[in-house]
């Protein structure tokens, strides 16, 4: 607790009745100049400044933020609660028990170790479409969810019980960020505290928050400064650290005009994704004002700050105003903390007046009126394909992906048994078609399937899905899909046959208002069935294709597609079969479900006939908005939002059923293969060793530009001749009870060996391979990436990745570094870094280097077959930061290349994190010495 006031910041703010005690930013010279965002880290600070960690010098320099400057100066942020779904959060939650455990070693008290801030999780990630297009769905899938994931769930509800201020969210609820907006997020907090052994005061301040899910900016849609972080670091806020940052540069986004008619909240995320990414965003915040901030809905916010991630900023926040208000009375909120609400936001300049500017390093500005229907993909977020063009852009990608000869389309997704345009036909020298044949200039292999009375191709969609938080926590979008489905069914159409359709909605609260809607019928019909609440296709539990389709896009090396409603799309994340996913809003899913294929232009192509023969064509059944919003008004209500999030903790007769067991400490099974005690703490003193130079690394691995987190970072299937599913056969698990590597979190030997073993990465040490294979240079052979790091772990060999630009984008997955620790990996040499990938990085211990300015491995002339030796790290154990070390690459001929590499800790706090060989290691050694 704060015990310097060094401003006169507290004050009191009287609410009705009621008292509250705020620190008021107005006592601070500088603050009413300083962006939205500034506001909420200078409140902060102010109320936790402890004239030790965070002094008044903190402060000033915040106050007196300088926008062009690039960042220098450290401050410590204290997120006010930490947000955890259950495929990052079990982690912190099996660290946190065997913390628990090392402090009993150390010889303290193990229930020290608990949450010092509200932790709250949502186990959201582990439903997997196995069955879809059944009305029985969503029960058949929640029961194998809970057949696969018993242990977890069961050690879930074990930490629910032993730690303090730690609250779990059980499974079929719905997708963490959406219950973050809908129930969990308070705008601003409040907290009784007791200073100095003073009485207890009630305290206000703005919520903020840190998650284990990079998509933990959505919640700044409602005005709440959060961001996604790694599992470390939410960890340690949970412990009571400080998260450690430089004060940021600050971007303004302008918002002028309005959403034209055609246009969703999808393809406005889409434009400004492209507008940022082209901007240059990474490690800044994102903050929208303007005229136009009052036309945009704040469901619409959310899905803008859901999207931080994908153009590359910490945060993409909205201030509060009446639409706030009015979304939190919608959903449930109370009176009391409505006016609170208003009211402290009012008093401390955090109400938005669109009247005045405040200062920013940089600005940009849309109006929204210009907006028009887009898609994203095949493989990144901020590629975005304006919709009328679509086709001929999957017609200029295609090529990449897939072999064959120009064909004429059916413009079904399917062709011709014989086409004039390939060598087969009867144009037998395989020349040019005849003049009146129209040559669509795109490979193509048509492809009977086994039973069908059909053939597939490049292109076809083999997923249609309406999933993740970006767009189903948007009713303007999920009542379009509705009435376009309603629109499709009424004119006769039907979804192809070779389509997966699956609705995964983001809440319970969908759900009910398309019941009462009427539009459940229609949805179903054209086979989007609810197959559960959570994360799904957008992760990659997008569950098998059938069979049939699998196999025949497998034997004909078919270039398929995805389209889903979701935020990444990023390679080999969708569905191993798919190699092109492709991002859309809700409506768009079912039209392109409608189409079959990729290869469809919805202008001038018809997406069938009516029972007249008449062409339907996507105009003919897209919704007036006018219907869309009178269809929301009418059906969505805020008891829907109050019943459904009455008894959200409690859970179903599954999840209260569940054995659990009891005791500060964990009680762990040497048999489980979901929960494992991990060996970070093993063997660890209470005081670090120094940290040492490397010498006589090898290249574990040599990769591209956007290597993300999804190349690195287990995740989606295991493959049973994987080192993982060796592992687990020899554990007696059965193939078909796998499960994916994200529910085997809590066990690093799964993990450990699905580091780096993505179906797509591409490793440069080998020639033309996919996959987790590297080189092991002690025999010359091709192995996994697990194996060779074994053999070289008996030799004694440290390891070292080399990588390009913007290496760790994606979901902020701890597993992505964790792996890389455990597999000995000591140092990861790239051209740049994506934020939460660095910091994580750090947290393991692993030093994170940066090529010198202008170059990287190819213009050095490095291959990966060099030794690499790494000195001038032990400056760091003079309590200095150096900003090189001096990086000696020496070739199997002798030559030697050497380079000053940009030592990538930031800060001093990072410094003593990599210090104690990790950010866990650290705060365990400060609670014991506390």
């Avoid at 898609?375 to 990144?380: L, Q, V, Y």
């Avoid at 069908?452 to 899909?481: E, F, K, L, Q």
């Avoid at 019943?643 to 762990?668: C, N």
């Avoid at 030592?903 to 400060?926: H, M």
Wanted: hydrophobic content about 35%.
């Amino acid at each position: 607790m704060s015990t310097v006031d060094s401003f006169s910041a507290k004050q009191n703010l009287s609410v009705g009745e009621t008292d509250y005690e705020i620190y008021a930013l107005d006592a601070v010279d500088g603050a009413e100049k300083l962006p939205y965002s500034l506001k909420i880290l200078l409140e902060n600070l102010l109320r936790t400044e402890d004239g030790a960690n965070i002094t008044a010098e903190h402060v000033r320099a915040l106050a007196g933020w300088d926008p062009t400057a690039d960042p220098s100066v450290e401050i410590q942020f204290t997120p006010a609660r930490v947000i955890m779904q259950d495929f990052t959060g079990v982690p912190c939650v099996v660290d946190l028990a065997t913390m628990r455990e090392a402090v009993q070693d150390l010889g303290g008290d193990p229930e020290r170790i608990n949450p010092l801030a509200p932790a709250e999780m949502v186990i959201d990630h582990s439903v997997m479409i196995d069955v879809a297009g059944r009305l029985d769905a969503l029960e058949k899938n929640m029961e194998l969810e809970y057949e696969r994931n018993r242990e977890r769930y069961q050690f879930l509800r074990w930490g629910q019980t032993a730690f303090d201020d730690f609250k779990v969210v059980p499974p079929g609820t719905g997708i963490v960020h959406q219950v973050n907006i809908e129930h969990l997020a308070r705008t601003v907090m409040t907290r009784e505290v007791s200073v100095n052994g003073e009485a207890p005061v009630l305290r206000a301040y703005p919520d903020s928050c840190v998650g284990t899910d990079s998509h933990t900016t959505m919640v700044n849609g409602l005005g709440v400064l959060g961001w996604g972080v790694g599992g470390i670091e939410a960890e340690a806020a949970m412990l009571g650290q400080p998260v450690s940052m430089l004060i940021p540069q600050v971007v303004g986004f302008k918002l002028t005009g309005e959403i034209p008619a055609a246009a969703t909240a999808t393809d406005v995320v889409l434009t400004i994704t492209e507008m940022l990414r082209q901007q240059g965003v990474v490690g800044k915040f994102v903050e929208f004002y303007g005229e136009g901030v009052a036309q945009v809905p704040l469901a619409n916010r959310a899905t803008i700050g859901n999207m931080s991630p994908e153009f590359g900023s910490t945060c993409a926040i909205f201030p509060i105003d009446d639409v706030t208000v009015d979304y939190l009375r919608l959903t449930g909120r109370s009176e009391e903390q409505l006016a609170l609400v208003e009211a402290y936001a009012k008093r401390q300049g955090l109400w938005h007046d669109p009247s005045t500017e405040a200062q920013y390093s940089v600005t940009l500005e849309l109006d929204l009126s210009t907006v028009v229907p887009s898609i994203a993909g095949p493989k990144r977020p901020q590629d975005r394909i304006v919709l009328s063009e679509a086709k001929e852009s999957f017609r200029e990608v295609l090529p990449s992906y897939a072999t064959g000869h120009p064909a004429v389309s059916n413009g079904d997704g399917s062709f011709p048994a014989s086409d004039p345009a390939t060598p087969d036909s009867d144009n037998e020298s395989g020349g040019p078609a005849p003049e009146h044949q129209h040559v669509t200039g795109r490979a193509s292999q048509p492809t009977a399937v086994k039973g069908a009375d059909y053939t597939i191709d490049h292109g076809i969609v083999s997923i249609a899905s309406i999933t993740s938080c970006t767009n189903t926590s948007n009713p303007s979008v999920m009542m379009a899909a509705g009435l376009l489905a309603q629109n499709a069914v009424d004119k006769g159409l039907e979804a192809k046959p070779w389509v997966k359709t699956s609705m995964a909605p983001g809440s319970q609260v969908v759900t009910n208002y398309y019941t009462k809607a009427g539009l459940w019928p229609a949805l179903e019909q054209l086979g989007f069935h609810l197959v559960g609440y959570g994360c799904t296709t957008c992760i990659g539990n997008s569950g098998p294709l059938a069979p049939e389709i699998s196999e025949a896009i497998a034997e004909n090396d078919l270039a398929v597609t995805a389209v889903l409603s979701g935020n990444r799309n990023f390679e080999g994340r969708i569905n191993p079969d798919v190699k092109m996913n492709y991002l859309a809003s809700p409506p768009l899913v079912i039209a392109y479900a409608l189409a079959g294929t990729m290869d469809f232009d919805f202008e001038n192509d018809a997406l069938g006939t009516d029972k007249d023969g008449n062409d339907v064509y996507l105009r003919d059944i897209w919704p007036n908005p006018t219907e869309v919003e009178r269809v929301i008004g009418e059906n969505i209500t805020q008891e829907m939002f109050s019943e459904d999030y009455k008894d959200v903790f409690a859970g179903d007769d599954r999840w209260r059923g569940l054995d659990t067991p009891e005791g500060a400490t964990f009680a762990w099974d040497e048999e489980s293969t979901y929960v494992r005690k991990p060996p970070y703490f093993e063997g660890m003193g209470a005081t670090p060793d120094p940290v040492e130079d490397i010498t006589g690394a090898r290249v574990l691995a040599k990769l591209g530009d956007s290597t993300t987190t999804d190349h690195i970072s287990p995740a989606g299937s295991i493959k049973a001749d994987s080192p993982a599913g060796r592992y687990l056969r020899e554990h007696g698990v059965e193939r078909k009870d796998f499960n994916s590597y994200g529910s085997r979190r809590g066990n690093h030997e799964v993990m450990i060996r699905g580091t780096f073993a993505n179906i797509r990465i591409r490793n440069q040490l080998l020639d033309g391979v996919e996959g987790g294979y590297t080189k092991n240079f002690l025999t010359g052979e091709q192995e996994f990436i697990y194996d060779a790091a074994q053999a070289y772990a008996e030799q004694g060999i440290p390891l070292v990745v080399l990588a390009g630009k913007e290496y760790g984008t994606g979901s902020s997955r701890d597993w992505a570094a964790k792996g890389t620790k455990l597999l000995g990996v000591k140092a990861v040499i790239t051209e740049s870094y994506e934020r939460i990938h660095r910091s994580n990085l750090i947290g393991m211990g692993v030093l994170p280097l940066q090529f010198p300015a202008g170059q990287n491995a190819e213009s050095l002339g490095l291959d990966g077959t060099e030794t690499f030796d790494i000195s001038g790290v032990t400056a760091l154990n003079e309590g200095t930061t150096p900003k090189t070390v001096a990086v000696k690459a020496t070739k199997e001929d002798g030559s030697v290349v050497e380079f000053d590499a940009v030592l990538r800790i930031d800060t001093p706090g990072e410094a003593d994190y990599f210090r104690n060989g990790g950010i866990l290691q650290y705060v365990l050694r400060s609670l014991v010495a506390a």
